[in-house]
């Protein structure tokens, strides 16, 4: 099974800030990774799919990067909505599996 | 709009079993794969099980395997979950998602939760 890793568990930032997560393969995934944004008490809302192309909707504020293993999410000029838990996700083989998450809260 | 909701959650104890449904509407389900995604309290996300659009291979989470199975009914545009032998480390809330290639799992359930307990 392909494990995937994320860093940092848990960052803190400010309204404006610049954020950036890691997510990690343990094997290569090519292109095969998705990034979703979950809130307490709410379904994931997929942000990215194919590492770094954005869902319709979503907004230009979050980029992502990344092939192989090695991958990122950015989100650029934090906003209050913007506060959540992000996990990455590959999809190259099955079991797909979610990276453990990123908490993102405010400073 | 698309639309996935689940149901069937419920508290049950170790050893029972229970079967989620999740009623899609807006888009042809009978084109589309569909995934079971499941999170513990307080836990991240756990991929479960996936079913193609047809129903034919599946596959599971080594977690579940050989206790739950995934299955579709393309007529009543309902995906299910039966799920068997329950232990208290299958309390989670349990999503079912829609993947679209190349965009992935783009719509989500609400969730429904499900309590193994004595």
């Known amino acids: 099974d392909i494990q995937m890793t994320q860093s940092p568990a848990s960052l803190s930032a400010s309204v404006g800030d610049r954020v950036t997560i890691t997510c990690r393969a343990s094997q290569d995934i090519s292109n095969y990774l998705a990034w979703f944004q979950q809130k307490p008490g709410k379904a994931p809302k997929s942000l990215i799919y194919d590492a770094s192309s954005l869902q319709t909707g979503v907004p230009s504020k979050f980029s992502g990067s990344g092939s192989g293993t090695d991958f990122t999410l950015t989100i650029n000029i934090l906003q209050p909505e913007d506060f959540a838990t992000y996990y990455c996700?590959?999809?190259?083989?099955?079991?797909?599996?979610f990276g453990p998450g990123t908490k993102v809260d405010i400073k | 709009q698309v639309y996935l909701v689940e149901s069937g959650g419920g508290v049950v104890q170790p050893g029972r079993s229970l079967r989620l449904s999740c009623a899609a509407s807006?888009?042809?389900?009978?084109?589309?794969?569909m995934h079971w995604v499941r999170q513990a309290p307080g836990k991240g996300l756990e991929w479960v099980a996936v079913i193609p659009f047809d129903g034919s291979d599946k596959y599971y989470a080594d977690s579940v395997k050989g206790r739950f199975t995934i299955s579709r009914d393309n007529y009543q545009n309902t995906l299910y979950l039966q799920m068997n032998s329950l232990r208290a480390e299958d309390t989670a809330v349990y999503y079912c998602?829609?993947?679209?290639?190349?965009?992935?799992?783009?719509?989500w359930g609400q969730g429904t939760t499900v309590t193994v307990s004595s």
């Open positions: 996700q590959q999809y190259k083989s099955y079991p797909f599996t």
């Open positions: 998602a829609r993947v679209s290639m190349p965009y992935g799992l783009d719509v």
């Open positions: 807006g888009f042809v389900f009978s084109s589309y794969g």
